[in-house]
Structures are given as structure tokens and as C-alpha cells.
């Protein structure tokens, strides 16, 4: 697969197969992604791979802690927390047309709740991934953080596979630190669900918007 068709195939996929992933097709790509950039070459990625018994271990805490609600602090916030426009429709917008692909209403919170509860799970996926990262790393060594899970995301579609980057998992960052027995000063980043995306499911037809390149885009000469 060419580079172009892996950059425009590639999506966040919410509903996989449960067709096993060889884990030499996920040491083989994982070990390319460590090629990407990486300021001053300070590498400062740390990938965790879930699967197996320990991932069911994880399904199964999960379930419990998510029961119970939101109960732990994020280390970082995912959005700014005045989003702005044109950013702030942009998110609406995403959410309208994932909710809109599985027939869920606005004001079905629960089926939205327990949709969400989906995040979790990994979708179903048979990998999961954790990137973790020294917290005295600043915003440098975060933007390499997701040129890595970028780099890795290409190469899993280039072997037919999908995936989906899921920074959910940082409104659990005790647990995950818990179950990945985190050295003291370590960050959880995001997650990322791995597998073959479930061709029939309604919410895998769905392509998020782009704003166009005049948008975001200036050619000075």
C-alpha cells in the first residue's frame, strides 16, 4: 500500500473483528514507528501492548471502574475547556454524525453513555495499546508522541489493518497506571484499539469532515 492510500484509508475505526492479530505483523510495524521524528532524538514514546488474558483482565476491571463513573483526575485535559470556534463545531459536528450512524438521539443519554462505555473495550478489538510519557516532558516531546502513534497508524493500514487513537483512557489514569505498573513520573497519554474493522457495522461507514485546505492553509512567496 502506498503511502497516499494508507494517509486517506486510515480512520478511527469503532467496531473490530475479533480476528486475531499475529504479533509478528505488530513487532514488525511497532519497530518501523520508532523511526519517526523525535526532537533532539529524546524518543520519549513509551508503548505498552495489550492482548490476550491480560487484555480481558483489563475488559473486566474496566467494566467495574466505569460502573462507577468518572471518579479519577485526568492528568491532562483533552479539549481546552473554553473551545473556541471554528474548533468548538467541528467536535459537535463529529459527534452528531458518529451518534446519527448508529441511530442514537440527542437526548438518549443513556444509549450514548453506554455507547461511549464501548471506549473500553477497544471497540472489540483483539490489541490494545497504551503510549505513556516521562511527565517532566513538555510540548515538544508530546507533539512526537503523536507522530510515533501517527507512523504506527499508517504502517498497521499498509498490513490491512485498522485502528482507532483513543485518548479516553486518560480519564482513568490510576488505573492504567495500576495495570501497566508504571514507574513513579509516568503519564498516561492515550490508547489505541488494533484489529480488522467490522465491515458491516454502521458507525465503520462513517468519514469525518475536513475544512477545506484554504481554511487552514497559507502558500507564501
Known amino acids: 500500500m502506498d503511502i497516499t492510500t494508507a494517509v486517506t484509508t486510515r480512520r478511527s475505526v469503532r467496531d473490530f473483528l475479533d480476528t486475531p492479530v499475529p504479533e509478528a505483523t505488530l513487532r514488525k510495524?511497532?519497530?518501523?514507528?520508532?523511526?519517526?521524528?523525535?526532537?533532539?532524538?529524546?524518543?520519549?514514546?513509551?508503548?505498552?501492548?495489550?492482548?490476550?488474558?491480560?487484555?480481558?483482565?483489563?475488559?473486566?476491571?474496566?467494566?467495574?471502574?466505569?460502573?462507577?463513573?468518572?471518579?479519577?483526575?485526568?492528568?491532562?485535559?483533552?479539549?481546552?475547556?473554553?473551545?473556541?470556534?471554528?474548533?468548538?463545531?467541528?467536535?459537535?459536528?463529529?459527534?452528531?454524525?458518529?451518534?446519527?450512524?448508529?441511530?442514537?438521539?440527542r437526548e438518549d443519554k443513556a444509549a450514548r453513555f453506554k455507547w461511549f462505555q464501548r471506549n473500553f473495550e477497544f471497540f472489540g478489538a483483539p490489541v490494545g495499546l497504551f503510549c505513556t510519557v516521562d511527565e517532566n516532558m513538555g510540548p515538544p516531546q508530546w507533539s512526537d508522541l503523536g507522530m510515533v502513534l501517527q507512523t504506527l497508524m499508517l504502517l498497521l493500514r499498509s498490513e490491512g489493518l485498522d485502528s482507532c487513537a483513543q485518548e479516553s483512557w486518560a480519564l482513568y489514569p490510576n488505573t492504567i497506571s495500576e495495570f501497566l505498573n508504571l514507574p513513579d513520573g509516568r503519564k498516561v497519554f492515550a490508547g489505541m484499539a488494533i484489529g480488522h474493522a467490522n465491515p458491516d457495522s454502521p458507525v465503520n461507514q462513517l468519514t469525518s469532515p475536513r475544512a477545506p485546505m484554504a481554511e487552514n492553509v497559507q502558500f507564501l512567496s
Not at 533532539?40 to 463513573?69: C, F, I, Y
Not at 468518572?70 to 463545531?89: A, D, G, M, T, V
Open 29 to 105: 510495524v511497532i519497530e518501523t514507528a520508532l523511526r519517526s521524528p523525535s526532537g533532539g532524538n529524546l524518543q520519549p514514546w513509551h508503548l505498552h501492548v495489550v492482548t490476550g488474558d491480560a487484555l480481558d483482565r483489563l475488559k473486566t476491571l474496566m467494566r467495574e471502574k466505569v460502573s462507577k463513573g468518572f471518579n479519577e483526575l485526568p492528568e491532562y485535559e483533552i479539549y481546552p475547556p473554553k473551545l473556541q470556534s471554528p474548533y468548538r463545531e467541528r467536535r459537535y459536528e463529529i459527534g452528531e454524525l458518529m451518534y446519527r450512524q448508529l441511530g442514537i438521539a
